[in-house]
C-alpha cells in the first residue's frame, strides 16, 4: 500500500506538475540546443542534439501515459522521486558530454552522473513494479 497509490485526485495534481515542468524543461533544453549551435563554429554532438529528448521519453511520455491511461496505478513518492532525479541526472550528463564533445575535451564525472542516473532510473522502475506487484498480491 505504502509503495504504490491509485490516481486519486492529489496523485493526478502531482502528475500534472511533473508533466508540465518536463514539458517545459525539454522545450528549454531545444532552445538550449539551438542557441548553442549558433556558437559551435558548425560542430555538433548527438547528446546534445537530442538533449530536448531525455526529459520527454522520461517523464512527458510516461506521466501522460498514467494520466491518460486511468487502471494504470500512481507511483509512490519514493519511487517518483528516484525516476525525476534519475531524469535529471541523465539529462545533466548528455548536457555536459555534448558541451566537452563540442569543446574536444572530456570528463570522467560524466560518465559517473550518467551511471548514477541510470541507476537511479532503475531504483525508481523497480520501487513502482514492486508497488504495483505488492498491491495485486497482498
Known amino acids: 500500500m505504502i509503495l504504490s497509490i491509485l490516481v486519486s485526485d492529489k496523485n493526478i495534481e502531482e502528475l500534472r506538475r511533473v508533466f508540465l515542468i518536463s514539458s517545459s524543461c525539454s522545450g528549454f533544453c531545444l532552445v538550449f540546443f ?9 560542430v555538433r554532438s548527438p547528446y546534445m542534439t537530442f538533449l530536448f529528448a531525455w ?8 506521466c501522460g501515459l498514467i494520466l491518460m491511461i486511468r487502471a494504470l496505478p500512481g507511483p509512490s513518492l519514493i519511487s517518483s522521486l528516484l525516476w525525476n532525479t534519475g531524469a535529471a541526472a541523465v539529462t545533466v550528463s548528455s548536457l555536459l558530454r555534448g558541451i566537452f564533445e563540442i ?3 572530456s570528463s570522467v564525472y560524466q560518465q559517473v552522473l550518467m551511471n548514477a542516473g541510470c541507476f537511479l532510473l532503475l531504483a525508481g522502475f523497480i520501487m ?3 508497488g504495483i506487484l505488492i498491491r495485486k498480491y497482498i
Do not use: R
Open 128 to 130: 513502482y513494479a514492486a
Open 103 to 105: 569543446a574536444g575535451n
Open 34 to 42: 539551438l542557441i548553442y549551435d549558433l556558437f559551435s563554429h558548425g
Open 55 to 62: 526529459p520527454l521519453v522520461l517523464c512527458v511520455i510516461p
